[in-house]
């Protein structure tokens, strides 16, 4: 590996600015990851060109590829920076490239406001309604085989790599995103959560839902969390069909 290698970054100083690259010259100090580079340019913001610059903005969190929070598109590739070591990515690129997510609008740099994956969240409504927090004894037992699909489902972490990859999701389209669909699966699938699927199905067949999906099957190709996320949407789609057969009937 070299002894010093470049970052290229894609910068933007404010969500209606105009984006522009910056690239930095670091030493490889060995077993660096994308976050290490980082931190290293926001010690030392100085540009290869000897520049003195602002560092550069980005989201972190948990640091171990759970929270999502530092997605962004490294060397062409949306993954997580925690989990991006430089050693391998210079394996096969001469240098870093840097750019943050395009399918969500950016607030500084490389951070994004993820916020239409929340609100798809809400709109099917993705969680366990409870009627009261006192104690109210076990809840219902799920057998091995309902958990066996549960968890898969579970391990979303929001990250946004589904959304960027999907060429669902662009500005012409109100496509909720794979990963909302997973998730009303997974709440369908609990025993408390099955009682409102109703709601979470009338959710999957408004505007943006199951129908706006193409079938490319990126997301799954993509996700860190190896969720089955087309196995969820063919699901979705089956389980949305019969529940519009039974409304046609009951009305």
Same mark, same amino acid.
């Given at each position: 590996?070299?002894?010093?290698?470049?970052?290229?970054?894609?910068?933007?100083?404010?969500?209606?600015?105009?984006?522009?690259?910056?690239?930095?010259?670091?030493?490889?100090?060995?077993?660096?990851?994308?976050?290490?580079?980082?931190?290293?340019?926001?010690?030392?913001?100085?540009?290869?060109?000897?520049?003195?610059?602002?560092?550069?903005?980005?989201? !972190?969190? =948990?640091?171990? +590829? /759970? @929270?999502?929070?530092?997605?962004?598109?490294?060397?062409?590739?949306?993954? &997580? #920076?925690?989990?991006?070591?430089?050693?391998?990515?210079?394996?096969?690129?001469?240098?870093?490239?840097?750019?943050?997510?395009?399918?969500?609008?950016?607030?500084?740099?490389?951070?994004?406001?993820?916020?239409?994956?929340?609100?798809?969240?809400?709109?099917?409504?993705?969680?366990?309604?409870?009627?009261?927090?006192?104690?109210?004894?076990?809840?219902?037992?799920?057998?091995?085989?309902?958990?066996?699909?549960?968890?898969?489902?579970?391990?979303?972490?929001? !990250?946004? =790599?589904?959304? +960027? /990859? @999907?060429?669902?999701?662009?500005?012409?389209?109100?496509?909720?995103?794979? &990963? #909302?669909?997973?998730?009303?699966?997974?709440?369908?699938?609990?025993?408390?959560?099955?009682?409102?699927?109703?709601?979470?199905?009338?959710?999957?067949?408004?505007?943006?839902?199951?129908?706006?999906?193409?079938?490319?099957?990126?997301?799954?190709?993509?996700?860190?969390?190896?969720?089955?996320?087309?196995?969820?949407?063919?699901?979705?789609?089956?389980?949305?069909?019969?529940?519009?057969?039974?409304?046609?009937?009951?009305?």
């Amino acid at each position: 590996m070299p002894e010093k290698f470049l970052v290229k970054v894609q910068r933007q100083d404010q969500p209606d600015a105009h984006p522009y690259y910056e690239t930095f010259e670091l030493a490889n100090a060995g077993g660096m990851n994308v976050i290490s580079c980082l931190q290293e340019i926001a010690a030392r913001p100085v540009t290869v060109e000897g520049k003195e610059t602002s560092p550069v903005a980005w989201d !972190c969190n =948990c640091l171990e +590829e /759970v @929270c999502g929070a530092c997605t962004m598109v490294i060397n062409g590739r949306v993954r &997580q #920076a925690c989990t991006a070591l430089v050693d391998p990515l210079l394996e096969s690129h001469a240098r870093i490239e840097l750019q943050p997510m395009t399918k969500f609008p950016v607030v500084r740099d490389l951070v994004v406001n993820r916020q239409r994956m929340f609100e798809a969240l809400k709109r099917v409504r993705a969680w366990v309604p409870v009627d009261t927090y006192n104690h109210m004894g076990e809840g219902p037992t799920q057998s091995i085989e309902q958990q066996e699909i549960a968890y898969p489902l579970s391990r979303c972490m929001t !990250c946004g =790599c589904c959304l +960027e /990859v @999907c060429p669902q999701v662009n500005e012409r389209s109100d496509f909720i995103g794979p &990963q #909302a669909v997973a998730q009303a699966v997974l709440f369908n699938q609990h025993p408390t959560g099955a009682m409102t699927a109703h709601t979470r199905l009338d959710a999957l067949m408004d505007p943006g839902g199951i129908a706006e999906c193409g079938n490319a099957q990126n997301c799954v190709k993509v996700c860190p969390k190896e969720v089955p996320l087309t196995w969820a949407i063919g699901k979705a789609g089956r389980e949305v069909t019969l529940h519009a057969i039974r409304r046609w009937f009951l009305r």
